[in-house]
């Protein structure tokens, strides 16, 4: 008799959403400028979903999160704080080449000319 009292306990998704909870492990990103190309979060990784292109400071990451199963390994073993854990779980995709995400380097801005 409570149960058909209280409200439901479901969303009705999408027109309601659900906050996302502390420390969640959703899809991780990498701020790619701080990497230095080790290759540890490559071969941690159980699914093989980070591709490494690349060698040391101007490696890039490719990261499919078709593959990536939320563990949160390469967060922890990245020496440099690279890849951290968004809240993104609202994932769908119509095409597998969606879900892979290539992280570039930003180009180093030129220095301004002093000279008048
Ligand atoms: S969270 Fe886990 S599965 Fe996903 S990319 Fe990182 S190590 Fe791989
Ligand atoms: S573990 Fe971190 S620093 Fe090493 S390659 Fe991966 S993102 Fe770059």
Same mark, same amino acid.
Do not use: H
């Given at each position: 008799?409570?149960?058909?009292?209280?409200?439901?306990?479901?969303?009705?998704?999408?027109?309601?959403?659900?906050?996302?909870?502390?420390?969640?492990? =959703?899809?991780?990103?990498?701020?790619?400028?701080?990497?230095?190309?080790?290759?540890?979060?490559?071969?941690?990784?159980?699914? =093989? =979903?980070?591709?490494?292109?690349?060698?040391?400071?101007?490696?890039?990451?490719?990261?499919?999160?078709?593959?990536?199963?939320?563990?949160?390994?390469?967060?922890?073993?990245?020496?440099?704080?690279?890849?951290?854990?968004?809240?993104?779980?609202?994932?769908?995709?119509?095409?597998?080449?969606?879900?892979?995400?290539?992280?570039?380097?930003?180009?180093?801005?030129?220095?301004?000319?002093?000279?008048?």
């Amino acid at each position: 008799m409570r149960n058909l009292l209280e409200k439901p306990s479901t969303l009705r998704f999408p027109y309601e959403r659900m906050e996302p909870v502390e420390r969640m492990r =959703a899809k991780v990103s990498w701020q790619i400028d701080k990497c230095i190309g080790c290759s540890l979060c490559v071969k941690v990784c159980p699914s =093989a =979903a980070i591709k490494l292109i690349g060698r040391g400071r101007k490696a890039e990451i490719e990261y499919n999160v078709g593959r990536c199963i939320f563990c949160g390994e390469c967060v922890e073993i990245c020496p440099t704080q690279t890849i951290f854990t968004t809240k993104e779980y609202e994932l769908t995709f119509t095409r597998t080449r969606q879900m892979v995400t290539r992280f570039r380097r930003t180009k180093k801005k030129r220095k301004a000319s002093s000279k008048k």
